[in-house]
């Protein structure tokens, strides 16, 4: 069985990431593709207008989150040289989801967990703050990343500590601490961290991306969002 099937399986035991969960009626879903016309406009490095940019699109939905991005081929990362290969190639396929909400919300575990590492990825247009769990659903263990979280999240943090399902546990970050985007999660399931502590890609390059989607599958099951 994959981790995809295994997830699927036991989705119902799910706890919410977020207070309201999210849903179909109160998320925006948002595309920061290569294909949607209105990256051509944006000015990626001007965190401000970014910022102003994200969240008067979920205002205007009369949404109170932004969600996607798995397996999204984004324009965004051409800003820092974090995201480069080399000339002729750069790691533009998103790994994981962003939920897109205010700085200072909690965020919850959503299984039983033990804290696998934590990080601070200072890098511009990195994670910043950055949280990974690890879970057992019956003998199958994978990982959680939580990304572009605040500075107090790591405060009270160590490698081993039990979370509980449940648990507010860190909270969204912001500019410029969390890795200077606009204040949202990074959330993404592993099931190999491949030796790696405190930090793991959240972004790959066109000739990656079907080794790291077999890592990393959807996350959507984690969320009430009708799909």
């Known amino acids: ?3 995809t099937d295994t997830l699927a399986l036991h989705k119902e035991e799910f706890s919410p990431l977020f207070q309201p969960d999210l849903t179909p009626e109160n998320t925006l879903m948002m595309d920061f593709s290569v294909h949607n016309p209105e990256m051509k406009s944006i000015d990626f490095k001007d965190i401000e207008g970014l910022n102003r940019f994200v969240f008067k699109k979920i205002e205007k939905a009369g ?7 798995y397996m999204e081929d984004r324009e965004i990362y051409r800003r820092s040289p974090l995201f480069s ?3 002729q190639e750069a790691r533009s396929i998103h790994l994981g989801i962003d939920v897109w909400t205010p700085a200072g919300q909690n965020v919850y575990a959503p299984l039983n967990a033990t804290v696998h590492s934590f990080a601070n990825n200072a890098n511009y247009g990195d994670y910043g703050p950055t949280i990974i769990l690890e879970h057992q659903l019956g003998e199958t263990t994978f990982y959680t990343l939580y990304g572009h979280l605040s500075l107090e999240s790591l405060q009270n943090i160590k490698k081993g500590k039990v979370i509980e399902k449940g648990e507010p546990f860190c909270q969204v970050g912001n500019f410029p601490v969390n890795g200077d985007w606009p204040p949202h999660l990074h959330f993404q399931v592993m099931g190999d961290m491949n030796g790696k502590e405190g930090d793991f890609p959240g972004v790959c390059s066109k000739k990656q991306e079907m080794d790291y989607r077999r890592i990393c599958p959807d996350p959507v099951v984690f969320f009430s969002l009708g799909k």
């Open 1 to 3: 069985m994959t981790l």
């Open 63 to 69: 949404k109170i989150y932004g969600y996607g991005g």
């Open 85 to 87: 290969i080399s000339p």
